[in-house]
């Protein structure tokens, strides 16, 4: 649920497969290679690395110790990268049985199973029954671009529920404009890192009254 043209990591039993490889930019894991989808697989896309970049740039303030929800987490780059750099916990949300078996395999390498969890669920489905059991301060939302996920996530999340004090947001979505409010969410900004790939980031505000 990632797009095409990115680094892809692809380990089988013989090792590496050649070609594009992505790996962990930072903390931790540093430099490791994820286990990723095969070339050729366009169901199944990490986040480019610059982008990927970018975005823990501007979470590091934020990204020790706290609880992070990956949303349509692919094969869970941006979870693991998250763990690498401090977060407490991460919850992986996918449901694609290529993308679980990714996930799992990238938790069991790292050994990370303490910190995380893998959710075999369909992202909107999860939201709308988790609630308040959780408080996260980070999410981050990669649906297929265009596909409307993105937007429907925002309005379950946006009653902050499953949210903790301003939190953090982020929608990785094509070049369209996305959402300037949805509920208590607020757009602080979005930065274009491609011809197609957005990234916008809400905070979470204060309940009024």
Same mark, same amino acid.
């Given at each position: 649920?990632?797009?095409?043209?990115?680094?892809?990591?692809?380990? $089988?039993? !013989? !090792?590496?497969?050649?070609?594009?490889?992505?790996?962990?930019?930072?903390?931790?894991?540093?430099? #490791?290679?994820?286990?990723?989808?095969?070339?050729?697989?366009?169901?199944?896309?990490?986040?480019?690395? $610059?982008?990927?970049?970018?975005?823990?740039?501007?979470?590091?303030?934020?990204?020790?110790?706290?609880?992070?929800?990956?949303?349509?987490? !692919?094969?869970?780059?941006? !979870?693991? /990268?998250?763990?690498?750099?401090?977060?407490?916990?991460? @919850?992986? @949300? /996918?449901?694609?049985? *290529?993308?679980?078996? %990714?996930?799992?395999?990238? +938790?069991?390498?790292?050994? +990370?199973? =303490?910190?995380?969890?893998?959710?075999? =669920?369909?992202? &909107?489905?999860?939201?709308?029954?988790?609630?308040?059991?959780?408080?996260?301060?980070?999410?981050?939302?990669?649906?297929?671009?265009?596909?409307?996920? %993105?937007?429907?996530?925002? *309005?379950?999340?946006?009653?902050?529920?499953?949210? &903790? =004090? &301003?939190?953090?947001?982020?929608?990785?979505?094509?070049?369209?404009? &996305?959402? /300037?409010?949805?509920?208590? %969410?607020?757009?602080?900004? =979005?930065?274009?890192?491609?011809?197609?790939?957005?990234? #916008?980031?809400?905070? %979470?505000?204060?309940? /009024?009254?």
């Amino acid at each position: 649920m990632k797009r095409a043209g990115v680094r892809l990591a692809c380990r $089988r039993r !013989g !090792g590496i497969r050649r070609g594009r490889v992505v790996r962990v930019i930072g903390g931790a894991f540093r430099r #490791s290679a994820i286990y990723g989808p095969g070339e050729g697989d366009k169901t199944i896309r990490p986040t480019h690395d $610059r982008t990927r970049e970018n975005v823990f740039n501007i979470l590091a303030p934020v990204i020790e110790d706290a609880q992070v929800l990956d949303l349509f987490a !692919g094969c869970g780059s941006i !979870g693991i /990268e998250a763990l690498s750099r401090g977060a407490r916990r991460v @919850v992986f @949300v /996918e449901n694609s049985p *290529e993308g679980l078996k %990714l996930i799992r395999r990238n +938790v069991e390498r790292f050994g +990370v199973g =303490a910190r995380c969890s893998v959710v075999s =669920a369909d992202a &909107g489905a999860y939201l709308k029954r988790l609630g308040e059991s959780e408080k996260f301060d980070i999410v981050y939302i990669d649906p297929p671009y265009g596909s409307g996920l %993105l937007e429907a996530a925002l *309005e379950i999340l946006g009653s902050g529920a499953a949210l &903790g =004090a &301003g939190a953090v947001v982020i929608g990785e979505h094509d070049s369209a404009p &996305g959402y /300037e409010t949805a509920g208590r %969410l607020r757009l602080k900004e =979005a930065r274009k890192y491609s011809r197609r790939t957005t990234i #916008s980031i809400w905070r %979470l505000e204060k309940e /009024e009254g």
